[in-house]
DNA sequence: GCCATTTCAATCCAAATGGATCAATGTCGC
DNA sequence: GCGACATTGATCCATTTGGATTGAAATGGC
């Protein structure tokens, strides 16, 4: 059967809403991860990292996880590794010794800017298919699900 | 800063779209995947595998990836886990002796039974703060973002 | 028909992942 | 101000991941 036969059928079941989602991000990140870890090696997490750290001067490694919802300690290594190449320094915090305060480098803000270039080139072409309307209309119904109460925490799937 | 905060800030940035369908995806996955595993001992990838097998039998093990499009030893493995546990046969194909025709056995349509349900309802918590209209939409416009024609291969990310 | 090339799926193995633990620091009850 | 508990971030380590290779089978050129 034809991948675009055997598409239709999927995102025509009850599950279609989750099916189209799993299906967009699993074939956008083949593209992007590979093509980000070949040209800046770096993890697409320590480059997230890095655009919440540019975005948020002196934020803390907890706080990127309510950007970028991945474990702890993926976040730590991706701060480790930005560190290592002079991505952002980790500041102690004068209120609090556990925690460190972020801030990016020059260079890391430098590295960033190749980045953000190329991810809105990306999402440019990921987003080709919409309309200017059709792409607002996308984007504030996405959000709506995103800040949704149960995102985050579920109530048929609590562990 | 405020979770809350953080948020509206990254989703008002230039990269929104890409920032908010992450934050979707990173977060539902870590609620899901855990749930699963815990639940079923399977990796999501092998559920997604005998979803698929489920709605196509005789489907091959490609084919799969063109619905989830995943590494191919990813497949591999997850279809020999799903033979494993007895959820699926695999049939030497006639025509062409390196295929093999997947096909669910009873129990593997009888744990997908289960799979399905407590998915369908994951779903209906994600997307419950949209209206049934906005549900609607918002589907018709993912999908025409995953059948457009460069969600898999890029020209900005060429490898 | 024979050999080079392609395709399908399994396997190899170095690297990444993430749950669990740990050490350091801070907070709270009294 | 002392002990119990909480929080931050680093590290440990068994498991998983995925790019690369392999082996087996099919296809194509001649």
Redesign the pocket.
């Known amino acids: 059967m034809s991948a675009d036969k055997l598409l239709e059928t999927i995102f025509a079941g009850d599950l279609r809403e989750l099916m189209v989602i799993s299906y967009i991000v699993l074939g956008n990140?083949?593209v992007t991860?590979?093509y980000i870890?070949r040209r800046f090696r770096m993890?697409?997490?320590a480059w997230s990292a890095l655009y919440a750290i540019d975005k948020f001067p002196g934020i803390?490694?907890?706080?990127?996880?309510h950007l970028f919802p991945?474990?702890?300690?993926?976040?730590?290594?991706?701060?480790?590794l930005l560190?290592a190449r002079g991505f952002i320094v980790?500041n102690p915090?004068d209120?609090?010794?556990?925690?460190?305060?972020?801030v990016a480098t020059e260079a890391g803000t430098a590295v960033l800017a190749d980045l953000i270039e190329v991810s809105r080139q990306r999402q440019e072409e990921l987003l080709g298919p919409l309309s200017t309307e059709e792409r607002a209309v996308f984007f504030e119904l996405a959000r709506k699900i995103a800040t949704g109460p149960d995102l985050l925490r579920s109530a048929v799937m609590r562990s």
Chains 1, 2 share one sequence.
């Open positions: 990140n083949a991860t590979r870890e993890p697409v997490q803390r490694a907890k706080e990127i996880r991945r474990p702890q300690n993926t976040i730590s290594r991706a701060v480790s560190e980790q915090s209120s609090d010794g556990r925690e460190k305060r972020l």
